[in-house]
Nanobody, 116 residues
């Protein structure tokens, strides 16, 4: 079973930046996508960004041009660089690993709060 631990969340003013990190026990076999999701109070969990097999980066429309997802396979790390943050970005952010056989693994989440 894959273990994922997020860090890097916190309180930031609108227009500021944060970098989220996710440490994984392994990122070496049968991975279909790596990604970041978020869930705001009263809303469903939503996709933020993913890296698909083959190296394609996909982003939700509301973060295009502001967020960048990246990985360091040698260190078993997934990152989300968040720039130009807005109050509506406030949410708990989760990292995710999805395998070809349909299995998903999630971290515990890290809180991001953006004030105006």
């Amino acid at each position: 079973q894959v273990q994922l631990v997020e860090s890097g969340g916190g309180l930031v003013q609108a227009g500021g930046s944060l970098r989220l990190s996710c440490a994984a026990s392994t990122l070496t076999i049968n991975i279909r996508t790596l990604g970041w999701y978020r869930q705001a109070p009263g809303k469903q969990r939503e996709l933020v960004a993913t890296i698909t097999r083959g190296g394609r980066w996909d982003y939700a429309d509301f973060v295009k041009g502001r967020f960048t997802i990246s990985r360091d396979s040698a260190k078993n790390m997934i990152y989300l660089q968040m720039n130009s943050l807005k109050p509506e970005d406030t949410a708990v952010y989760y990292c995710n690993v999805h395998y070809d056989e349909g299995k998903d693994y999630w971290g515990q989440g890290t809180q991001v709060t953006v004030s105006s």
